[in-house]
């Protein structure tokens, strides 16, 4: 399918390049930015408040974490084809990050951990209402040659929120702020976030779509070869709780964790930008390749890692890893797809790789106390390495594919 002739190739220079993206895109950084403040202040502190606050066994805290990312992945396509079929993509952001507020309200003031699970429920169901929706958002108003530079804004300004939230956090609790009004704080950004949707995004309504309401994969080879790529990845790529865990084996205190955890989202804030904006000179698919190979040898670092210094520089080279991936790779995926059926394909993508890294995050705990952590992070070194193998091997096809739209 060939998509109708755009306006000409945009000005040169990283600053004039970025003024000559879509307003949408800026505005919803800045959404994304509040949000994920609001929700990795929270991030940190949930296992500590659910244990020890609320007096739940560490098993609670699991199924609470499996359920409630359950809800996000099996939400994504059916709300992503919903888009599709009204042609609308705003209200469903806003509802999404409108349910992330409601979410963190209720985990604020729950005084059981049934009341925390259903908090953190209706937290991820607005992940799940969201994502596809808002992806598909981002790609609408982008030529082609800015796809790669506009998702790495979007993607630097979330993990800017990212990175300041725990500080946030450990600040809070270093001042002798209870933990429920720590997490109540958390709310205010999330609550802006909706505002600046209401107030500043403005959508160009899309033809609603004449897809029957059903899974189907999108005819385009390039989608099937970067979805084959990405379902591999995420058969490894378990839970971030177990990096997490790693640093506290090693001898990392609580702060220690969170500021470690803080400059794996530093790294990936600032090298989001210019890394997109790179996909879009060379390819998205190089960038993505090199981020699975980074993620490979990352993991095989954490897999013999035995000091506080080499865990501190794993984590800052994790967050190459994910800036060089994953914004290009949601690049990639709208750039792959018509626009009438982009927000489905994105949101059964992520529905499916969410699924993976279920199971991966389920084998990963299993490995690491049947086996040894080293395990665990073995397997997540060998999917990355086989899904970069995929996509090498896709090359030509997803190439061809993309050329055409």
Not at 72 to 85: E, K, V
Not at 88 to 98: D, H, K, M
Not at 176 to 193: D, H, K
Not at 230 to 256: T, W
Request: glycine residues 12%; proline residues 6%.
């Amino acid at each position: 399918m060939t998509s109708a002739p755009g306006p000409p190739p945009g000005p040169r220079g990283l600053r004039a390049r970025l003024r000559a993206l879509d307003p949408n895109v800026r505005a919803m950084g800045w959404v994304s930015l509040v949000a994920d403040l609001s929700s990795e202040i929270v991030y940190p502190l949930f296992p500590l408040f659910v244990t020890g606050v609320l007096g739940a066994p560490v098993a609670v805290l699991g199924l609470i974490e499996g359920v409630a990312e359950a809800t996000a992945t099996l939400l994504r396509y059916p709300f992503g084809q919903w888009s599709d079929r009204l042609g609308r993509r705003r209200p469903f952001a806003a509802a999404g990050y409108g349910l992330g507020a409601l979410g963190k309200l209720l985990i604020a003031v729950a005084g059981t951990w049934g009341f925390a699970l259903a908090g953190r429920v209706v937290d991820r169901m607005g992940k799940g209402v969201r994502t596809a929706p808002r992806d598909a958002l981002l790609g609408a108003g982008t030529r082609p040659e800015q796809q790669g530079l506009a998702f790495g804004l979007h993607r630097a300004m979330d993990t800017v929120g990212a990175a300041v939230g725990p500080l946030v956090a450990l600040a809070c609790l270093e001042l002798g702020v209870p933990f429920r009004w720590v997490l109540g704080l958390a709310v205010v950004p999330a609550l802006i976030s909706v505002v600046v949707i209401l107030v500043f995004v403005r959508e160009r309504r899309q033809p609603p779509s004449a897809t029957a309401f059903r899974l189907h994969l999108p005819a385009s080879p390039a989608y099937r070869w970067l979805l084959a790529g990405s379902l591999l990845f995420a058969a490894g790529n378990s839970s971030d709780m177990f990096l997490l865990l790693r640093a506290s084996d090693v001898g990392m205190g609580v702060s220690a964790v969170i500021l470690v955890y803080a400059l794996y989202n530093a790294v990936y804030a600032a090298a989001s930008l210019p890394l997109g904006g790179l996909s879009d000179r060379v390819g998205q698919l190089p960038l993505v390749l090199a981020g699975y190979l980074v993620f490979a040898a990352v993991y095989a670092g954490f897999a013999s890692a035995a000091s506080r210094p080499a865990v501190v520089g794993l984590f800052a080279v994790y967050g190459l890893y994910i800036a060089a991936t994953e914004g290009t790779s949601k690049a990639l995926i709208s750039r792959a797809t018509p626009l009438a059926e982009r927000a489905g394909a994105i949101g059964l993508q992520a529905t499916l790789t969410g699924l993976a890294s279920l199971v991966a995050s389920s084998l990963g705990g299993v490995l690491w106390s049947a086996v040894g952590p080293w395990a665990t992070f073995s397997l997540g070194s060998a999917c990355a390495l086989g899904a970069a193998g995929v996509l090498f091997a896709g090359r030509r096809p997803v190439r061809a594919s993309l050329a055409v739209r």
